[in-house]
């Protein structure tokens, strides 16, 4: 008896052994969008949800990330990859969610002219809230805060950039608009606007204007800004790429020739344009054949290296 307690003990102490050797899976990320309810003022009457990984680093950069019309925030964190991204390099992402109806859907506001002025409130006013929320409760870096989104994102995202360069450091616009496109709420949907129906043709000293208008008197730096667009997009004109290129470029000094061009990807063409000091200020992304769909795979991951967060 005492043979067999003596050798059940031995394979009991082995197995035990064993099994502390085996590497057991890493608990899975707690992180979870959670939504702020009271995040400060906010006349654009938004949402928001707010994710912050579960290890970041003392102040964490911040990004916006906005969906498009008849979409929301927690949609567009589960359809894009940003989530992923802040768990991989530590930094917070804010979704908002647009409350205004349009035939469209609920949409970001780019028309009214709230949405066109430094301090005037709507949607932009709203967004930039949220910010200050994340820099006082989460220890969000006030100098590394960016913007991206897609269609109505990507189109507030170019509006964030003109009214607020104080508090945006870059942006990345997926499928969006120049700045002023639209001119009114009458001009918004896509089937009467003159901004999408291709017949929007601004010279870029037209187009640089109306972003300098949006903020007289600033004398900052301005944020960097990145546009991707599909050339088959089928909704918003890849026309309004070369626009948005033409707006971006004036407001830096910069030609509208780039300073290079190449291929990170097959279907992906980048035209670079860089100030004197080799610094580039404005990145277009031209995807071929692609229609009104992005970011796709790949896409957010390039858009957080042109910030600075990685790579």
């Not at 006030?142 to 870059?170: C, H, I, N, W």
Request: glycine fraction near 10%; hydrophobic fraction near 40%; charge should be negative.
């Amino acid at each position: 008896m005492t043979r067999t307690r003596a050798a059940l003990a031995a394979v009991v102490s082995g197995l035990l052994i064993t099994l502390a050797s085996i590497a057991l899976p890493a608990p899975a990320s707690a992180a979870q969008l959670v939504e702020v309810p009271n995040f400060g003022t906010n006349p654009g009457n938004l949402r928001m949800h707010a994710y912050v990984p579960d290890a970041t680093p003392a102040n964490p950069a911040i990004v916006v990330a906005m969906h498009g019309c008849g979409g929301n925030g927690p949609g567009f964190a589960q359809s894009s990859e940003f989530n992923a991204l802040a768990d991989q390099h530590g930094f917070i992402v804010i979704y908002p969610t647009a409350t205004k109806q349009t035939a469209m859907g609920n949409c970001f506001d780019v028309w009214s002219q709230e949405s066109k002025t430094h301090g005037g409130g709507s949607d932009p006013a709203s967004i930039v809230s949220m910010v200050d929320y994340a820099e006082q409760q989460y220890g969000g870096d006030p100098a590394r805060v960016f913007a991206t989104g897609s269609s109505s994102g990507g189109m507030e995202t170019q509006a964030l950039l003109a009214v607020y360069p104080d508090v945006f450091k870059a942006g990345a616009s997926f499928m969006g608009v120049p700045f002023t496109c639209f001119a009114n709420e009458a001009d918004f949907p896509p089937w009467t606007s003159q901004c999408v129906n291709g017949s929007m043709n601004r010279s870029p000293q037209q187009w640089g204007d109306a972003v300098r208008a949006a903020y007289p008197g600033y004398t900052g730096p301005r944020p960097r800004v990145q546009l991707w667009h599909g050339t088959a997009d089928p909704l918003v004109p890849f026309q309004l790429q070369q626009e948005a290129v033409d707006q971006w470029t004036n407001v830096f000094g910069l030609s509208q020739t780039p300073s290079s061009t190449d291929q990170p990807q097959p279907s992906w063409t980048r035209d670079r344009y860089a100030d004197s000091s080799g610094t580039v200020q404005v990145e277009a992304i031209d995807v071929s054949g692609a229609g009104h769909s992005l970011p796709m795979s790949g896409m957010a991951a390039a858009a957080v290296t042109f910030f600075g967060i990685a790579g």
